[in-house]
């Protein structure tokens, strides 16, 4: 039997990757390979920016109304095809297709605030600046950009880049995850469809050889990227030093800080739904939860009573609600937590068969010097740290290195607005626990959840993906023209 081989798309079409080295692509519900990524030689990433670099004359000089149509079409194609991509999405990745859909959904939003860029790419007029002298200041793209994307959200992830940075007239080099790469195909012909140029969106499919080419490569003018910490430092430090932009989003230990007036109910579903979702498998999702004095006495019990009635399971299972870790690597690694707290809910019995599963786990009384705290575990265990006091609480949410995400929740008004003013982190939520902004904000963390200037899609995401160009114009009378040695006066 031939594995299915996982191709790259260059220049508007499928091409057979002509590589030597293999990648497993699994299913993760049965812990068999389904399919394999022929990784990207750096021959055929320079193929690709090639592409992207012959494309991108073209589109810049298309007009606003043209690549805005262009985003509403493919929003319409996305739409229309949402079970498809949350089809092939789940059974790479191993989430549930309502919480795969949930992903696409998300990711059509951000195809929705580029489609308006005829507004958002305004630039500045002063007229008059100085007698004759007019000064206005425009927003031009940055040329063939590229974008690195993580496993856990292979549809959603691309839309936060791509989008924008097409919009604004820039060409587009992804490489996605090697894990679950194939939604990133059905993409770029879902593009294609919607009338993009041919060669304006590339996908590379491989490892650190394609990443380390697109940041070698001289007419790649920016990257984006979103995964580890490590990761996003090295790639944030190599791409400034070949000259690029760059914006890095990196790993974080979320925490929900809950105050002993909150509602233990709501604050048990949310911190249940926050750290179990996707499981656990997203940097903002909840995995620490702060007890402040005696709220943990009753939530905890909340939180494990609810543990018990997740049903967990693979993708083509209708009844499931939390599926597969992405490899079994990833699966052992986070269960090994599991060996170093106060255990209250044990997931690793969960599911008796194959595949990568690890049912929803809960630790109390974790300590903060514990790797349980310490580390990003980006799977399904939630630590519950007790503290005393809310100064104590919001002490460990800014002495953490990552800032990324943090919740409080709460009835009084007056803490929550002394909490979402005191939180050193980029997104706070008050009495909601993934405060991932809508799309007309930006996302992105503090500290070392990010590297670079910008946050990701959004207004900011519209501008990284530009630069601004000012100009001055006179348009003189000629009768009045006359040589000036002097510095340029404006009164």
């Given at each position: 039997?031939?594995?299915?081989s996982?191709?790259h798309?260059?220049g508007g079409?499928?091409?057979?990757?002509?590589?030597?080295r293999?990648?497993?692509?699994?299913?993760?519900?049965t812990g068999?390979?389904?399919?394999?990524?022929?990784?990207?030689?750096a021959?055929?990433?320079?193929?690709?920016?090639r592409a992207?670099?012959?494309?991108?004359?073209g589109?810049?000089?298309?007009?606003?109304?043209?690549r805005a149509?262009?985003?509403?079409?493919f929003?319409?194609?996305?739409?229309?095809n949402?079970k498809?991509?949350?089809?092939?999405?789940s059974?790479?990745?191993g989430?549930t297709?309502?919480d795969?859909?949930?992903?696409?959904?998300?990711?059509?939003?951000?195809?929705?605030?580029?489609?308006?860029?005829?507004?958002?790419?305004?630039?500045?007029?002063?007229?008059?600046?100085?007698?004759g002298?007019?000064?206005y200041?425009?927003?031009?793209?940055?040329?063939?950009?590229?974008?690195?994307?993580p496993f856990?959200?292979?549809a959603?992830?691309?839309?936060w880049?791509?989008c924008n940075?097409?919009?604004a007239?820039n060409?587009?080099?992804?490489?996605?995850?090697?894990?679950?790469?194939?939604?990133s195909l059905?993409l770029?012909?879902?593009?294609?469809?919607?009338?993009?140029?041919?060669?304006?969106?590339?996908?590379?499919q491989?490892?650190?050889?394609?990443?380390?080419?697109?940041?070698?490569?001289p007419?790649?003018?920016?990257?984006?990227?979103?995964?580890?910490?490590?990761?996003?430092?090295?790639?944030?430090?190599?791409?400034?030093?070949?000259?690029?932009?760059?914006?890095?989003?990196g790993?974080?230990?979320?925490?929900?800080?809950?105050?002993?007036?909150?509602?233990?109910?709501?604050?048990a579903?949310?911190?249940?739904?926050?750290?179990?979702g996707?499981?656990?498998e997203?940097?903002?999702?909840?995995?620490?939860v702060?007890?402040?004095?005696s709220?943990?006495?009753a939530?905890?019990p909340?939180?494990?009573?609810?543990?018990?009635?997740?049903?967990?399971?693979p993708?083509?299972?209708?009844?499931s609600?939390?599926?597969?870790?992405?490899?079994?690597?990833h699966?052992?690694?986070?269960?090994?937590?599991l060996?170093?707290g106060?255990?209250?809910?044990?997931?690793?019995?969960?599911v008796?068969g194959?595949?990568f599963f690890?049912?929803?786990s809960?630790?109390?009384?974790?300590?903060?010097?514990s790797?349980l705290?310490?580390?990003?575990?980006f799977?399904?265990?939630?630590?519950?740290?007790?503290?005393?006091?809310?100064?104590?609480?919001?002490?460990l949410?800014?002495?953490n290195p990552?800032?990324?995400?943090t919740?409080?929740f709460?009835?009084?008004?007056?803490?929550?607005?002394?909490?979402?003013?005191?939180?050193?982190?980029?997104?706070?939520?008050?009495?909601v626990?993934?405060?991932?902004?809508?799309?007309?904000?930006?996302?992105?963390?503090w500290?070392?959840?990010?590297?670079?200037?910008l946050?990701?899609?959004?207004?900011?995401?519209?501008?990284?993906?530009?630069?601004?160009?000012?100009?001055?114009?006179r348009?003189?009378?000629?009768a009045?023209?006359?040589?000036?040695l002097?510095?340029p006066?404006?009164?």
């Amino acid at each position: 039997m031939l594995m299915l081989s996982v191709k790259h798309w260059i220049g508007g079409s499928l091409v057979d990757g002509a590589g030597d080295r293999r990648l497993p692509v699994y299913d993760p519900a049965t812990g068999e390979t389904q399919a394999e990524v022929v990784a990207a030689t750096a021959d055929e990433v320079r193929a690709a920016v090639r592409a992207a670099l012959d494309a991108q004359p073209g589109w810049r000089a298309a007009s606003l109304s043209r690549r805005a149509e262009v985003m509403f079409r493919f929003r319409d194609l996305v739409d229309a095809n949402r079970k498809e991509i949350a089809s092939l999405l789940s059974s790479e990745h191993g989430k549930t297709v309502a919480d795969a859909g949930g992903e696409v959904a998300r990711g059509l939003e951000n195809v929705e605030f580029a489609a308006g860029a005829p507004h958002l790419l305004k630039g500045g007029y002063s007229e008059q600046a100085a007698t004759g002298v007019d000064v206005y200041s425009i927003r031009q793209p940055l040329g063939v950009v590229a974008g690195i994307t993580p496993f856990n959200f292979p549809a959603m992830v691309p839309m936060w880049m791509f989008c924008n940075a097409l919009v604004a007239g820039n060409t587009f080099v992804l490489k996605p995850s090697e894990k679950d790469p194939s939604v990133s195909l059905l993409l770029a012909d879902l593009l294609r469809r919607a009338g993009l140029p041919d060669g304006a969106f590339n996908v590379v499919q491989g490892d650190k050889v394609a990443v380390d080419a697109l940041i070698a490569d001289p007419d790649v003018r920016a990257l984006s990227f979103v995964g580890s910490t490590p990761v996003a430092r090295a790639i944030y430090e190599a791409g400034t030093r070949a000259g690029k932009r760059v914006q890095a989003l990196g790993g974080a230990k979320n925490h929900m800080v809950v105050l002993p007036d909150a509602d233990v109910d709501a604050a048990a579903d949310a911190a249940v739904s926050a750290g179990f979702g996707s499981a656990g498998e997203r940097c903002m999702a909840v995995s620490v939860v702060v007890a402040v004095g005696s709220a943990g006495d009753a939530l905890v019990p909340a939180i494990a009573s609810r543990l018990g009635k997740i049903r967990v399971g693979p993708a083509s299972d209708p009844d499931s609600e939390m599926g597969p870790l992405i490899t079994r690597e990833h699966r052992d690694r986070v269960a090994s937590y599991l060996e170093l707290g106060e255990v209250v809910v044990d997931g690793r019995a969960a599911v008796d068969g194959p595949g990568f599963f690890l049912g929803p786990s809960l630790v109390d009384n974790v300590d903060t010097a514990s790797p349980l705290y310490t580390d990003e575990i980006f799977g399904p265990v939630l630590s519950v740290v007790r503290v005393d006091t809310y100064d104590e609480a919001l002490k460990l949410v800014n002495d953490n290195p990552y800032g990324n995400g943090t919740a409080i929740f709460t009835r009084d008004g007056g803490a929550a607005r002394r909490f979402q003013y005191d939180a050193v982190c980029g997104m706070v939520g008050v009495n909601v626990p993934i405060p991932v902004p809508v799309a007309y904000y930006s996302f992105g963390g503090w500290k070392a959840s990010l590297f670079g200037d910008l946050h990701m899609y959004g207004p900011e995401g519209l501008q990284f993906y530009t630069r601004t160009k000012v100009v001055t114009s006179r348009w003189p009378d000629p009768a009045t023209s006359e040589v000036d040695l002097g510095f340029p006066k404006v009164r």
